[in-house]
């Protein structure tokens, strides 16, 4: 049961991250206008950030229960800890330097969370087929 809920947990959000990875951003800068994409954005990713970061945890503590500390473990553990880095630490930088104009640092800084956050799929593949 609690394996079935681990996997479970994990399609889940696998499946939020590829929504909001390929439809919710993407379609965010078609239909609205810069103005409000940037407003809609910084307003959802927190959220995106705090609820994949609550079911990475709830996953890395029922695996933590089962005491399984193999491979899925740490690979769900990077994840968690990625979703809090990106939430806490790189997406203030990510905002700061567009508000301050600096595009260069703006895009190096927006590369790396979307390098993190096709990783992160990349780990949830791997946990889910092994």
Known sequence: MIEQSITYLTS???GIMLFFSFVVAPSTFRF???KYA???IRGIFPLYYILNLSISLIVVMLITYLSTFGFKFYLMLSICILFF??????MPVINKFKD?????????SHFISVVI???QIIFLIIILIK
Do not use: A, D, P, V
Request: charged share 35%; net charge positive.
């Open 100 to 108: 301050e104009g600096k595009e260069k640092k703006f895009k190096i």
């Open 12 to 14: 889940i959000l696998l």
């Open 85 to 90: 880095i990106s939430n806490f630490f790189l």
């Open 32 to 34: 609205l206008n810069e």
């Open 117 to 119: 956050n096709f990783l």
């Open 38 to 40: 940037r407003k809609f």
